[in-house]
């Protein structure tokens, strides 16, 4: 008989908060990847036009961490209409000597999202610039809220500026925003505003169009885009990121099939450049953010290393805190 702990998202959200421990462990994650030793397969994507669906399936197995963890991800977009989430989702985390089931994490996406935000602090604590007055956000879902909570632990900053199409989305999350945070925060005339008046610029929608134009871009900015994680998605300009003094990928190969890395080569603007990943740049061994005046950009798709990051992550303070229930198997 094997015990396997089943956590629910309420068990989840009780015990794994947004904080500066969650962000170490994604960093952690991004590091491994630097050494060529973790194992990720390429992303497991459906998309389900028929039903305004997608499914992604993600994991990877790395060296030095308890388990790994295979995570399975749908985003059903007219469930809504239903009364019910877009989003749910659940990981299953295995030994990582063993390959047993060791939990199983019932979080309907809320380890995603922290995950998620969780990789945008770490690509501002290691690109954007060293101040930080005004952070910006275009996309008012929860993302937006929770990219903004991240990056304000890593870059301390007085002022958010918010922007998305529809207005009184824009307003609650500015909101939330500025209760969660307690800084000046308001919504933007439009996205040129917030990309011209920011320091620090995250992108969190699921555009197919370019939202972000290249004669935006001013010395000093730092954009994370994380919008992106499917392929035809696109929130930059291919312009903007071929302008940009630095262009970093989460996982190189993800990008060019899915995040902003795929316009920039169906455009044919990537110069036959081979742009780092987040991971070679957190381990030192690429150039980050070279001067203060450099533009810089980061990819964010989605990387099964996160999930099983965060997942062994959970399943180690949900046991500090007794939390979860245990089944026999």
């Not at 885009?225 to 312009?239: H, L, R, V, Y």
Request: aromatic share 4%; with cysteine; hydrophobic share 45%.
């Amino acid at each position: 008989m094997r015990d396997v702990t089943v956590l629910t998202e309420t068990d989840l959200r009780a015990c794994v908060p947004l904080n500066l421990a969650a962000i170490d462990v994604v960093e952690a994650a991004f590091r491994a990847l630097a050494t060529g030793e973790v194992v990720m397969p390429p992303i497991l994507s459906m998309d389900l036009p028929m039903v305004n669906g997608e499914v992604d399936v993600k994991t990877a197995w790395i060296p030095g961490f308890d388990g790994f963890a295979i995570k399975v991800s749908p985003g059903f977009f007219d469930n809504p209409k239903q009364g019910i989430p877009s989003l749910n989702g659940l990981m299953i985390l295995f030994d990582a000597k063993t390959g047993l089931v060791d939990a199983l994490l019932l979080d309907n996406g809320y380890l995603t999202d922290v995950r998620t935000a969780a990789a945008g602090a770490v690509a501002a604590r290691h690109l954007a610039p060293e101040t930080v007055e005004t952070a910006g956000v275009v996309g008012t879902g929860v993302q937006a809220r929770l990219q903004l909570e991240a990056a304000y632990l890593v870059r301390p900053f007085r002022k958010v500026l918010v922007w998305g199409r529809n207005a009184d989305k824009a307003d609650a999350c500015a909101r939330d925003i500025g209760r969660a945070l307690g800084v000046e925060t308001t919504v933007a005339a439009s996205a040129e505003t917030v990309v011209r008046e920011s320091d620090l610029v995250v992108t969190s929608t699921p555009s197919r169009e370019p939202l972000i134009q290249a004669e935006w871009l001013h010395p000093g900015l730092h954009i994370t885009a994380m919008g992106s994680d499917q392929d035809g998605k696109n929130e930059i300009d291919p312009t903007a990121i071929a302008a940009a003094d630095l262009y970093v990928a989460d996982r190189l190969s993800q990008c060019a099939v899915s995040g902003e890395w795929q316009a920039v080569l169906a455009k044919g603007l990537d110069g036959g450049r081979t742009p780092p990943e987040l991971g070679v740049v957190i381990a030192g061994a690429e150039a980050g953010r070279r001067r203060p005046d450099d533009i810089t950009i980061v990819d964010l798709t989605g990387t099964g290393a996160q999930d099983t990051a965060i997942a062994t992550h959970a399943l180690a303070c949900a046991r500090s805190a007794g939390a979860g229930s245990v089944i026999q198997t």
